[in-house]
């Protein structure tokens, strides 16, 4: 008989263990990435404000489509955006809730 593996799930009904890409966002590789990102876009919010944010913990690198745990997506440069922490907790939320609503 295989043994079954109970996976804790948080309060989003996620399983830590089943998305092994959360633990991507530590590695040295993911930093490295998120910061080359911001030098090309010259730390610059991609949302059409224009602000520039030299303080990188105020700028999140935004995977412009989700990757959903798709390693392709998830290293590509090119799906990657600048957005500072405000615009991005603002719109970009709006926007993945109007997806979701979306029918
Ligand atoms: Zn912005």
Not at 4 to 30: C, I, M, T
């Amino acid at each position: 008989m295989p043994v079954r593996v109970a996976f804790r799930r948080d309060e989003q009904g996620h399983s830590p263990q089943a998305e092994p890409w959360r633990g991507w966002y530590n590695l040295k590789r993911w930093k490295d990435l998120r910061l080359r990102v911001f030098e090309r876009d010259l730390f610059t919010c991609q949302c059409g404000c224009a602000r520039i944010e030299c303080d990188t913990s105020d700028l999140v690198c935004d995977h412009i489509e989700p990757h959903r745990g798709d390693p392709a997506l998830f290293w590509s440069e090119a799906n990657l955006q600048t957005l500072t922490k405000a615009c991005h907790d603002g719109w970009k939320q709006r926007l993945e809730r109007q997806r979701r609503l979306a029918p």
